[in-house]
C-alpha cells in the first residue's frame, strides 16, 4: 500500500506520526490495536527526504472515525498535525519527528475548487526548536485534467500565529525540487501555519459583531444561509435621516473564491474605515448605503477547500438568471433593487490574483460600454490606483486594468463584476479588484490598508457625483 493513497486528497482530523524507537511498550500496543490505520513504514516513493530511510515509523491516522486522540500519541515530544477546525485544509502528511518536520500538501476536493489552500496546526513544538513544513503542490485532480500548478499553493512566504489572532509571515521559503520548505521557531508548543492569513465564516461573523457594537451606524446581519445552512454574514451600514431613494448604493463582497483569504481581509478594512472617525467615512456613511459581506462562498471557506472552478462552476461564474449558489441568488435580488431605485453606484468584488502579479483591476472591454459608465469607471479607477499605489509600506498596482471579455472565459457574462455592469443603471462602476498576495506586505495589516484606501476611494468619487433627485 502506498501512504500516498491512504492519505491523498482529505481534510484530515488528527495525525500523530511518531518514531517507533520512542514508543513505549504499551503504547505501541495501544496503537496497534488499530491496525487499519497504521503504515508500518513509509513507503520508499513517498520520500524526498533521503534521511527518513531505514527509520522505523509508524503512522498512526485517527481521522478514521476519530478513534485516537492527538493526546494518546506518548511518544516523546512527537510533532502532531490537527486539522479538525473551520477552514483547515491539509493532506499527505507525513512526520519526521527526529528532523522535526512536517511534509504536506493542500487538502481540499478538487471537486470543490483548486486544491491550493492549506491551513493546519502543528503541536508537540519544544522552546527555542526549529521546524521545518516541506510543502508540495496538491496532486488531485478532477477527472484527467492535470493538477494544478503547485506555485498556486507556494506563497514566498508561509503565514503562521500561536494564537489563531495575530498572523506572521516565516522567512522565504526555499525550493528544493518539487518542495518548498518554510522554517520557523515559533516558541510555543502550538503553531498555526496556512497559505496565508485565513478568514473563516467564524472570523466575518466576529468582524461583524465587532463593527455593530462599535457604531450605532452598523448592522450586523445576513446576506442569507448557504446550500449547507451556514449564515452569510453581512454588514450594513448608513448614518442619519438621509432617506433611502437619495442614498449612493455601494455593494463590497469577497471570497467568491474560497482560497483567496487575503480578499476578506481587504473587505475587512473596508467596514473598518467606512465605522471609523474619519470625517470621510462620516459622510459616506451620510450619502450612501453600504452592503458589506467579508466571505462570499462560506461553505468552501468553512471546509477548507478552493471553491474555485467548484463543480458545477464556482460562484464568480454563477452570475446567470438561474444560479445555484444561494449567496449569488440573495446578491443579485438585493442588487436588482438597487438598480431598480436607480442606485446601483459602486458594486466591488475582492479577489486575490495569480502567484506572479500585483494588484490589479479587472474591467470588460471598453467597446462593450457606453457613456457614461466608461468615463465613470476610469475615474474611480483612477482615485482607487492614486491612493493604494502610494501606500506605505509599498502594495505593488498596477495602474492597467485587465480584460474579462468574451475571450477571458466561456461564462464572462456570469462573472460578478461584467454582469453587475451589463445589468446596472448607465451610471453603474463595478470592478473585480485583484490584491497581490505574493508579496512581502500581503499581510493582514496590508490587505485592511487596501480595503481602507479603497473605502476612501468610493467616498471621494462619490463627493464628485450629483446628489440624487
Ligand atoms: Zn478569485
Not at 438597487?338 to 502567484?355: E, K
Not at 485583484?434 to 468619487?461: I, P
Request: aromatic share 8%; net charge neutral; glycine share 8%.
Amino acid at each position: 500500500m502506498k501512504t500516498e493513497n491512504l492519505f491523498a486528497q482529505k481534510n484530515v482530523g488528527v495525525i500523530c506520526v511518531v518514531d517507533h524507537a520512542s514508543i513505549h511498550r504499551s503504547d505501541r500496543r495501544a496503537i496497534r490495536s488499530y491496525p487499519s490505520v497504521i503504515v508500518p513504514a513509509l513507503h520508499k516513493t513517498t520520500l524526498a527526504n533521503g534521511s527518513l530511510l531505514g527509520r522505523s515509523i509508524i503512522v498512526v491516522l485517527a481521522m478514521l472515525g476519530g478513534i485516537l486522540q492527538a493526546n494518546h500519541c506518548t511518544a516523546e515530544d512527537p510533532l502532531t498535525v490537527v486539522a479538525d477546525f473551520e477552514g483547515a485544509s491539509v493532506g499527505d502528511i507525513l512526520v519526521d519527528d527526529v528532523a522535526r518536520c512536517v511534509s504536506f500538501m493542500p487538502g481540499g476536493d478538487p471537486q470543490r475548487g483548486w486544491p491550493c489552500w492549506w491551513y493546519f496546526r502543528v503541536d508537540g513544538i519544544k522552546p527555542n526548536e526549529a521546524i521545518a513544513l516541506r510543502l508540495r503542490g496538491s496532486t488531485a485532480t478532477v477527472e484527467k485534467k492535470k493538477p494544478l500548478a503547485a506555485s498556486w499553493a507556494m506563497p514566498k512566504r508561509a503565514t503562521y500565529s500561536i494564537d489563531g489572532v495575530t498572523w506572521l509571515h516565516t522567512d522565504e521559503g526555499k525550493r528544493d525540487g518539487q518542495w518548498m520548505i518554510y522554517t520557523l521557531t515559533p516558541n510555543a508548543a502550538s503553531v498555526y501555519v496556512a497559505w496565508g492569513p485565513p478568514y473563516t465564516p467564524q472570523t466575518a461573523e466576529v468582524f461583524v459583531d465587532a463593527m455593530a457594537a462599535k457604531s450605532p451606524h452598523a448592522e450586523a446581519t445576513e446576506l442569507c444561509r448557504s446550500r449547507e445552512g451556514r449564515a452569510v454574514p453581512m454588514l450594513y451600514v448608513r448614518e442619519g435621516e438621509l432617506e433611502t431613494e437619495k442614498r449612493f448604493g455601494v455593494w463590497v463582497q469577497a471570497r467568491q473564491h474560497a482560497w483567496e483569504s487575503g480578499s476578506s481581509w481587504v473587505a475587512q478594512g473596508f467596514g473598518e474605515w467606512l465605522v471609523s472617525d474619519d470625517a470621510n467615512a462620516a459622510w459616506l456613511r451620510q450619502h450612501a448605503e453600504v452592503f458589506l459581506i467579508p466571505i462570499m462562498d462560506v461553505d468552501n471557506t468553512a471546509t477548507g477547500n478552493g471553491g474555485k472552478n467548484a463543480v458545477p462552476h464556482d460562484h464568480n461564474r454563477d452570475w446567470s438568471p438561474q444560479p445555484h449558489w444561494n449567496e449569488i441568488m440573495a446578491a443579485q435580488r438585493r442588487i436588482g433593487d438597487l438598480v431598480g431605485d436607480g442606485r446601483m453606484d459602486v458594486f466591488l468584488d475582492l479577489h486575490n490574483p495569480g502567484p506572479g502579479d500585483t494588484s490589479f483591476f479587472y474591467v470588460l472591454p471598453r467597446d462593450m460600454l457606453s457613456e457614461p459608465m466608461l468615463s465613470l469607471r476610469d475615474r474611480f479607477i483612477d482615485l482607487a490606483y492614486t491612493r493604494i499605489s502610494k501606500m506605505k509600506p509599498l502594495i505593488p498596482m498596477s495602474n492597467k486594468p485587465r480584460v474579462t471579455g468574451s475571450n477571458y472565459h466561456p461564462l464572462w457574462r456570469q462573472i460578478s463584476s461584467n454582469w453587475v455592469s451589463m445589468n446596472g443603471n448607465p451610471h453603474t462602476v463595478s470592478l473585480c479588484l485583484e490584491t497581490v498576495w505574493n508579496s512581502e506586505n500581503s499581510t493582514t495589516a496590508g490587505y485592511r490598508a487596501v480595503g481602507a484606501n479603497l473605502a476612501a476611494a468610493v467616498q471621494e468619487y462619490l463627493a464628485e457625483r450629483p446628489e440624487k433627485p
